[in-house]
């Protein structure tokens, strides 16, 4: 349990940079890109010191696995509770950053809409962080975290999966113009 909430953190921030490393080789617009790489730089620091909280929740660490030891830990429901309201804040900015670009494109209609749906799908990745949120209702007041937590696992799981997806789907554009021709044409 202890070693999924590192990597999920981690997981979750290479998402979040595979989004704006594609937007930083997309979009040539000069103040996009300062945007971004100050988002970067939010996700990396930000990152990083949840991490590093959570490697030591508890003190001594292997504390946070062994329960039987004396030991000092941070209150858990109001430490998770900041990881997800930092994180779902963050995939909906980086979800939205690029649309005021997008909706500047000299592209045709269809192909503008079809650009801006495979965008948006990253909605998606923003919908199952807040049923997660929702789920972890329960994980937070639990006194076994592995079974008190599995609704919130199973989401945290979900969420990361589709955000792994929904950053590929850009690059996805040849197989769908095979099979949608005329859709993303020009891009």
């Known amino acids: 349990f202890w070693l999924f909430q590192i990597f999920y953190k981690l997981v979750l921030c290479l998402n979040k940079l595979s ?4 937007y930083l080789r997309v979009f040539p617009n000069r103040i996009f890109r300062i945007i971004c790489w100050i988002t970067i730089a939010l996700v990396l620091a930000s990152t990083f010191g949840f991490v590093i909280a959570t490697i030591f929740q508890c003190l001594p660490v292997r504390a946070s696995w062994y329960k039987h030891i004396p030991k000092k830990c ?31 494109l000299q592209l045709d209609r269809i192909r503008k809409i079809g650009v801006i749906l495979v ?4 909605l ?6 807040i049923i997660r949120m929702w789920a972890m209702e329960k994980s937070t007041t639990t006194t076994d975290p592995t079974w008190g937590s599995f609704d919130a696992l199973l989401w945290s799981a979900i969420e990361a999966s589709t955000g792994i997806i929904c950053a590929c789907l850009p690059f996805l554009k040849h197989p769908i113009q095979k099979v949608l021709p005329g859709l ?4």
Request: glycine fraction near 6%.
């Open 19 to 22: 989004f704006l490393t594609f």
């Open 74 to 104: 941070v209150q858990n429901a109001p430490f998770r509770w900041s990881w997800a309201g930092y994180n779902t804040a963050m995939d909906i900015w980086v979800c939205l950053m690029p649309l005021p670009v997008l909706a500047q």
């Open 119 to 122: 965008f948006c799908m990253g």
């Open 124 to 129: 998606f990745v923003c919908v199952t962080s």
């Open 184 to 187: 993303f044409g020009s891009l």
